[in-house]
């Protein structure tokens, strides 16, 4: 299956840690790649490939991976954090691309 | 580097809808060679929709690779979508994008909407 399955909504107090998973067949082969929303705005790349963190994106955003799940960890989480998160991997074809479901994180 | 969406924000069922991507502040054929379209269903989550490489290569999301072309105009430092026989399924708000490895997103324009109704 190339689904990749997120749960729908997560909350965290402000300063404390949060971390949003991702489940699917092809994170045992690809990495995650994460993505930001907020409203009315595109989506932002917060977390790629192993271990990269775009530039002007705080080190309080990382990511990991076991068997078919991947997690993006916020430490820290600041009132700005919140948001729509996605992760995205390439199908097990490695020629298309597939979003995650979705998870609303609210800032307490 | 900027992404500017253009195109009708209205197409009746059964008929195409056509976007166009201008790239600016690089060219499209030099910085990345892959680019592509995602769309976001109202209130609803993302869809990878394809890529192409700056010389044509085209990849497709299966579910939708029967009625999605696209298309690249180097000398225009742009890139189109098409999508065929449309439903109001299809109504979402429609990002280009420069795309890293063939799928990944790595920065997204503001987007458009298009609304699907007769």
């Known amino acids: 299956s190339s689904e990749l399955t997120q749960d729908p909504a997560v909350s965290v107090a402000l300063g404390q840690t949060v971390r949003i998973t991702c489940r699917g067949d092809?994170?045992?082969?690809?990495?995650a790649t994460w993505y930001q929303q907020k409203p009315r705005q595109p989506p932002l790349l917060v977390f790629y490939?192993?271990?990269t963190r775009p530039s002007g994106i705080p080190d309080r955003f990382s990511g990991s991976s076991s068997g078919n799940t991947a997690s993006l960890t916020i430490t820290g989480a600041q009132a700005e954090d919140e948001a729509d998160y996605y992760c995205?991997?390439?199908?097990?074809?490695?020629?298309?691309?597939?979003f995650g479901t979705g998870t609303k994180v609210t800032v307490l | 580097l900027h992404l500017q969406e253009s195109g009708p924000g209205l197409v009746k069922p059964s008929e195409t809808l056509s976007l166009t991507c201008s790239v600016s502040?690089?060219?499209?054929?030099?910085?990345?060679?892959?680019w592509g379209w995602i769309r976001q269903s109202p209130g609803k989550g993302l869809e990878w929709i394809g890529s192409?490489?700056?010389?044509?290569?085209?990849f497709y999301s299966p579910s939708l690779k029967s009625r999605v072309s696209m298309s690249v105009d180097t000398s225009r430092n742009q890139f189109s979508l098409n999508l065929t026989s449309v439903t109001a399924a299809d109504t979402a708000l429609y990002y280009c994008?420069?795309?890293?490895?063939?799928?990944?997103?790595?920065?997204w324009g503001q987007g458009t909407m298009v609304t699907v109704s007769s």
């Open positions: 994008a420069r795309l890293k490895d063939k799928v990944l997103v790595l920065f």
């Open positions: 502040g690089d060219s499209i054929s030099r910085s990345s060679p892959y």
């Open positions: 192409i490489f700056y010389r044509g290569d085209t």
């Open positions: 092809s994170l045992k082969t690809y990495y």
């Open positions: 490939d192993k271990n």
């Open positions: 995205f991997s390439r199908e097990m074809s490695g020629d298309h691309g597939v």
